[in-house]
């Protein structure tokens, strides 16, 4: 079997290529190893696992490539380094992450919290003096659709500064959101159902004093989960066999040539814009 192909280190730093992984443009990623390595589609596919005739489907734009346990057989395939799996969606090296946490401070991330629950007492105080909350979710409801919920106190609460709120949910009514029930073993019906359950809950904050409410619906599947407290990025990843409030959840803080800040704040925002209104 192959080894991994190699890619020289500086192509993952070029404009167009970290554009390719911030949309997740594999097409592009396969034909950036042909360009830059001469590798061949069979031998691209035997690096990732992948027969030739998919690789050729891919590359000519008849096949795209949404699941999560694919693009990371690509990134081990290709060799990329972690801030080019972090910018594709996906956990760095585990060997590069949490080798020293004076590394993880040079990437910008000053803690790492075993689940949401560990980190759950400091999200919350800190939502409740927040002027900006944005979150990057799925269905919301352990954060904001419901009363118990673990930032919807914080919003309704007597508030001496204004909020600005606001909240990227997947389309229920898209195919990613079917991939994603299946994934955590639920059914399509309840999953829309939560959802939806979340933009009704999330209207019922509109015209509240204090606070400016804005909704919108995201239709890709969805790989990081985001809460943005003011400058505090609260970042953990959905897992095709857990939720995002179980895995381990990356505390990152705005601060200059932090690139990981930069890059979640633009993908954010990118997203954003893409996405339809709801409120």
Not at 16 to 24: G, N, Y
Not at 160 to 171: G, W
Request: proline residues 4%; neutral net charge.
């Amino acid at each position: 079997m192959y080894e991994p192909i190699r890619i020289p280190d500086a192509v993952w730093d070029k404009d167009d290529v970290q554009k390719a992984l911030t949309s997740r443009d594999v097409a592009k990623l396969f034909k950036i190893a042909q360009q830059w390595v001469g590798s061949s589609q069979s031998r691209i596919g035997i690096a990732i696992g992948m027969p030739q005739g998919r690789v050729s489907e891919i590359i000519h734009g008849h096949r795209e490539v949404t699941s999560i346990e694919v693009l990371q057989r690509i990134a081990d395939g290709l060799n990329m380094p972690s801030r080019a799996r972090l910018r594709l969606g996906l956990a760095p090296r585990l060997e590069d992450s949490i080798e020293s946490m004076s590394q993880l401070d040079r990437v910008g991330i000053t803690q790492i919290f075993a689940s949401q629950g560990e980190a759950a007492g400091e999200i919350s105080g800190r939502a409740t003096d927040a002027k900006r909350i944005d979150l990057l979710v799925v269905r919301a409801l352990g954060l904001i659709g419901l009363n118990e919920s673990l930032l919807r106190s914080a919003v309704t609460g007597d508030r001496r500064e204004p909020l600005r709120l606001r909240v990227l949910l997947l389309d229920p009514d898209c195919e990613a959101a079917s991939v994603r029930a299946k994934e955590i073993r639920e059914s399509p019906a309840s999953f829309r159902a939560g959802i939806n359950l979340s933009i009704a809950r999330l209207e019922e904050l509109t015209g509240r004093q204090n606070v400016d409410v804005s909704v919108r619906k995201y239709r890709a599947l969805p790989v990081w989960r985001c809460i943005r407290l003011d400058d505090v990025l609260y970042l953990s990843m959905f897992h095709p066999s857990s939720e995002g409030h179980q895995s381990s959840v990356y505390k990152l803080v705005a601060a200059q040539y932090n690139l990981l800040w930069t890059g979640f704040e633009r993908q954010f925002d990118e997203v954003w814009q893409s996405s339809a209104v709801v409120i």
